[in-house]
Nanobody
Framework: QVQVVESGGGLVQAGGSLRLSCTAS????????MGWFRQAPGKEREGVAC????????DYADSVKGRFTLSRDNAKNTLYLVMNSLKPEDTGMYYC???????????????????WGQGTQVTVSS
């Protein structure tokens, strides 16, 4: 059974940083993509940053490029999202998910991911 567990959210002032962690179990990470998504109240869930685990190919939303970075620990089956220069508009529930590995580049779209964590709240105050 696949399990995805996030941690690391919290309240931070604008300009601050947070690191989110996502650990997946019950699957081979070489066979999946893994990504971070967020959803603000009243808005649709959107892709933030995703990685094709085997190739290491990444995709970032334009709104976070240069501020957010993915990193991973293969031994721990863990994906990290380091978020710097946070803005109030980054506020939302952040979800981690896994989906089938892509043979070619794919953008970070939530409808292509099928195993989801419970989410972790990120709140950025102005």
């Amino acid at each position: 059974q696949v399990q995805v567990v996030e941690s690391g959210g919290g309240l931070v002032q604008a300009g601050g940083s947070l690191r989110l962690s996502c650990t997946a179990s019950g699957l081979r990470l070489d066979d999946v993509r893994m990504g971070w998504f967020r959803q603000a109240p009243g808005k649709e869930r959107e892709g933030v940053a995703c990685i094709n685990w085997r190739s290491g190919t990444t995709d970032y939303a334009d709104s976070v490029k240069g501020r957010f970075t993915l990193s991973r620990d293969n031994a721990k089956n863990t994906l990290y999202l380091v978020m710097n220069s946070l803005k109030p508009e980054d506020t939302g529930m952040y979800y981690c998910a896994t989906g089938p590995r892509a043979l070619f580049y794919r953008p970070c779209l939530p409808q292509e991911y099928n195993n989801w964590g419970q989410g972790t709240q990120v709140t950025v105050s102005s």
